[in-house]
């Protein structure tokens, strides 16, 4: 069974950084989508950023040249830098990646970082 776990998040002020990260642990092997989304009180969960096919890698218009994913495939990690942080950043960021199970996709999520931005 795989768990992604999610840590990093916290307070920080306007135009601040953080990193998260996200360690799934379980059978590793052909993991898809790996990435990151994020749910504001009050809105839907979004995409932020994913690695979707090989090394590519998709942004949130919001969050391009801002964030950068990243991941270290040894330790089983993905990683979001998040520079110029602004309030609308404020939000729970959540791990999520899939995997083929039979002829489905299965999702997995984390628990959820909290990231708040404000002064």
């Known amino acids: 069974q795989l768990q992604p776990v999610e840590s990093g998040g916290g307070l920080v002020q306007p135009g601040g950084s953080l990193r998260l990260s996200c360690e799934v642990s379980?059978?590793?092997?052909?993991?898809?989508?790996l990435g990151w989304y994020r749910q504001a009180p009050g809105k839907q969960r979004e995409l932020v950023a994913v690695?979707?096919?090989?090394?590519?890698?998709n942004y949130a218009d919001s969050v391009k040249g801002r964030f950068t994913i990243s991941r270290d495939r040894a330790k089983s990690t993905v990683y979001l830098q998040m520079n110029s942080l602004t309030p609308e950043d404020t939000a729970v960021y959540y791990c999520h990646t899939q995997r083929v199970v039979g002829t489905s996709w299965q999702d997995y999520w984390g628990q959820g970082t909290q990231v708040t931005v404000s002064s």
């Open positions: 379980g059978t590793t092997f052909l993991l898809y989508n």
């Open positions: 690695f979707s096919s090989g090394s590519n890698t």
